[in-house]
């Protein structure tokens, strides 16, 4: 590859990145009402705790050694806002970051803050704040996926024992999202494989407009947009997380405190 090539090559690889941190953590108990959601503290390692935040944008950041080129980092708050502001821009290691924060006003679903980004048309890495995966490779492969297909988005889905609290992903054997489902309330409808809180998305997509991502509760969501985008026979490629990594979602209280116990999974 020459200089010329390499440069390109760069280029290809710039993305954004937007991480959702503006929800106040109803399920949370007392913990959501003093305390960000996205800075409880989580394991570092066997014996180290560290805002859940932090270890996300570590990870983050790590796409970096494969190519990838961060132009920006987009971190979406309402609720104890502030609180997140200071305790990133505190933190020496994200100050030569290009990290903006951008007030989601009002709460109008997950996807809102998508449509308060400046315009850019360069794909996004989003992720939900309250993301906890010990795969630090993830994200790595799910930009590789993008990139390699040429999708519209591509997004992470694993498999879990209960499918009744999750976005319900029917997938097809080549690996592409075929329809969705939120919450099934029959169980099972497409087998036990769900939406995770991380995926790549074209900007393409995002200029549907919000129309587009509108769900039946009238809030902005992903989980309508890809239902959408089933529905209009366009390519979303879905990654599924290794069953080998432990992953879940700081939203309930119970499993909370069960990953502070260590009773869940291997640290």
């Keep these: 590859m020459n200089d010329e090539e390499k440069k390109e090559d760069n280029m290809d690889k710039n993305i954004n990145v937007v991480i959702f941190a503006a ?60 609180y997140i502001r200071k305790f990133v821009k505190n933190m020496q290691e994200f100050q030569k970051c290009e990290i903006e924060f951008i007030l989601q006003e009002p709460l109008n679903g997950e996807a809102g803050g998508l449509f308060l980004l400046p315009p850019d048309p360069l794909p996004m890495l989003v992720l939900d704040g309250d993301n906890y995966l010990t795969d630090d490779y993830f994200f790595v492969t799910l930009l590789n996926a993008y990139f390699s297909d040429h999708a519209i ?6 498999k879990v024992p209960d499918i009744r609290w999750y976005a319900n992903c029917k997938v097809s054997s080549r690996g592409y999202l075929i329809d969705i489902i939120e919450k099934p309330y029959e169980g099972m409808e497409f087998g036990a494989l769900a939406k995770m809180g991380c995926y790549v998305l074209s900007r393409a997509l995002v200029e549907k407009g919000q129309e ?3 769900d039946s509760k009238g ?16 390519k979303i490629r879905c990654i599924e997380y290794g069953q080998e990594f432990f992953y879940f979602d700081i ?17």
């Design 23 to 82: 929800g106040k953590g109803e399920r949370m108990e007392q913990l959501g009402e003093r305390i960000p959601k996205v800075l409880l503290p989580v394991w570092k390692n066997t014996v180290e705790l560290e805002p859940l935040l932090f270890r996300l944008l570590r990870q983050v950041l790590a796409v970096q050694k494969e190519g990838y080129q961060i132009h920006k980092i987009y971190i979406i708050i309402n609720y104890l806002g502030e």
């Design 153 to 158: 988005a591509v997004t992470g889905v694993r």
């Design 212 to 214: 587009y991502f509108l």
């Design 219 to 234: 809030e902005l969501a992903t989980t309508a947009a890809f239902s959408n985008t089933c529905r209009d026979a366009e």
């Design 251 to 267: 939203g309930i209280y119970n499993k909370y405190i069960n990953h502070l116990l260590k009773e869940e999974e291997k640290i």
